[in-house]
């Protein structure tokens, strides 16, 4: 909510006037800034009450918002900093964001003339990769808040009505299987089953609509993973946590050589034990053709309605790029190597946002090429059901050795993990 008139702008104004005259740098002078804030409450309450000015409603709340626009991010600075927020978006002047509710709500707090475009370049220019928004570069993401939140920004000319913006916040700071467990998204024998896979060379997809819980699920699924383990994790933008000893966090950049397929590409040749991908968008798809030939686990994540779209969307996501490569030779290559599919799905309810495992399938190879085969291990047939095993393990008789061979020292089998009949969490 805009306000052209208000006396946050002249306070605003005459608390920056008095720190460069004192040559203060408020970021690095918070005490100056304070004092410099006071001078300028109190000169104006003075100058109010003797030229007829309107008074303050809340000296305290004004004292917040001018501090917070020198030395944070002005109006969005209580978004940024509530835990409880999971998503901000801008859209002009007008804020909405979005909570763990899932509800959509409208932010009133008011700002006064470029305040929000000033606190979108103010996190711009303290990003990880500092990048700028410019006529030549209309077009931003990168991560911002130490890493903490994934800033998306558009100006023109390819947005009409000023800045589109989106700021979605990491909410899991650790996540793991068990914390999943917990929160109703897994059932306990499905936890440890996706447990037990993790701790042996394998290859997953995590599919589902965005804000499903990919990257949380992702994450809890590397938590997983035995330390001696090398991983090599290739992001867009920063999401997955840095949790790991033997492990390398790696992040595109919009520059020839530096793209997440060349980052794919480059850490082939850095002994990966498994290749992670937060998020498969395009060409990089391809590149996970040459991981699976050269034996490397891999995990990633894509958006999908379905288990059995997300295998069609990495075949096209594949396709792009434009290797003159045969379809039919990317459905058998990854209905080769890619063993399981894990969907998830979401909705809002009464206590919140459900995010939901609905089902984890085993991949068949097609040695025709003509589709992929799945069996499923595990299915929920609504998003307030059980997530129920279907009776079946997964067929190939090489990795069920793997996975008993890992389960043995805690005396279990896979067949005891599906059943219930123990868990290796």
């Given at each position: 909510m805009r306000v052209e008139h208000?006396?946050?702008?002249?306070?605003?104004?005459?608390?920056?006037?008095?720190?460069?005259?004192?040559?203060?740098?408020?970021?690095?002078?918070p005490e100056a800034v304070r004092q410099a804030i006071l001078a300028s409450l109190g000169s104006y309450e003075r100058t109010a009450e003797r030229d007829g000015l309107p008074d303050l409603a809340d000296p305290t709340d004004m004292f917040r918002r001018v501090f917070d626009t020198v030395v944070s991010y002005g109006p969005l600075t209580h978004l940024l900093t509530d835990p409880e927020i999971e998503e901000i978006l801008i859209e002009g002047d007008d804020v909405l964001y979005i909570d763990r509710t899932g509800a959509l709500k409208g932010d009133t707090t008011p700002s006064v003339g470029d305040e929000i475009e000033k606190a979108v370049r103010r996190l711009l220019k303290r990003s990880t990769s500092h990048r700028d928004l410019n006529d030549t570069s209309p077009i931003v993401c990168c991560g911002v808040l130490d890493g903490t939140a994934r800033l998306i920004a558009v100006q023109t000319p390819v947005v009409k009505n000023?800045?589109?913006?989106?700021?979605?916040?990491?909410?899991?700071?650790?996540?793991?299987?068990?914390?999943?467990?917990?929160?109703?998204?897994?059932?306990?024998?499905?936890?440890?089953?996706?447990?037990?896979v993790m701790r042996v060379r394998s290859s997953l997809l995590i599919?589902?609509?965005?804000?499903?819980?990919?990257?949380s699920l992702l994450a809890a699924l590397l938590d997983a993973e035995p330390p001696e383990h090398v991983l090599r994790c290739c992001e867009e933008v920063q999401e997955?946590?840095?949790?790991?000893?033997?492990?390398?966090?790696?992040e595109a950049q919009d520059r020839p050589g530096q793209r997440l397929r060349d980052l794919v590409r480059l850490v082939l040749g850095m002994r990966p034990y498994r290749i992670v991908i937060g998020e498969v968008k395009g060409e990089e798809a391809y590149e996970l053709t040459r991981a699976a030939n050269a034996g490397c686990g891999f995990c990633c994540t894509i958006h999908a309605n379905s288990?059995?779209?997300?295998?069609?969307?990495?075949?096209?996501?594949?396709?792009?790029?434009?290797?003159?490569?045969?379809?039919?030779?990317?459905?058998?290559?990854f209905g080769r190597t890619i063993q399981f599919v894990v969907h998830l799905d979401m909705a809002m309810t009464d206590e919140g946002i459900q995010r939901r495992v609905m089902e984890i399938a085993y991949v068949q190879s097609d040695l025709n090429g003509s589709g992929f085969v799945l069996q499923p291990l595990f299915?929920?047939?609504?998003?307030?059901s059980p997530l129920v095993w279907k009776g079946v393990e997964p067929p190939d008789p090489v990795l069920l050795a793997l996975l008993n061979r890992e389960l043995a020292s805690r005396d279990l089998t896979v067949h005891d993990v599906l059943v219930g009949r123990g868990s290796p969490l």
């Open positions: 208000d006396p946050f702008a002249v306070i605003l104004e005459d608390t920056r006037l008095r720190l460069q005259t004192e040559r203060c740098d408020g970021k690095e002078d000023g800045l589109s913006v989106s700021i979605r916040k990491q909410v899991w700071k650790h996540v793991t299987l068990p914390i999943l467990l917990d929160a109703g998204s897994l059932s306990r024998e499905a936890a440890g089953f996706l447990w037990t599919s589902g609509q965005p804000g499903a819980g990919k990257t997955l946590p840095h949790a790991r000893h033997a492990a390398g966090y790696y288990a059995s779209d997300a295998l069609e969307a990495l075949v096209s996501a594949a396709l792009m790029a434009g290797e003159n490569v045969a379809e039919a030779h990317l459905r058998r290559v299915t929920r047939d609504t998003l307030s």
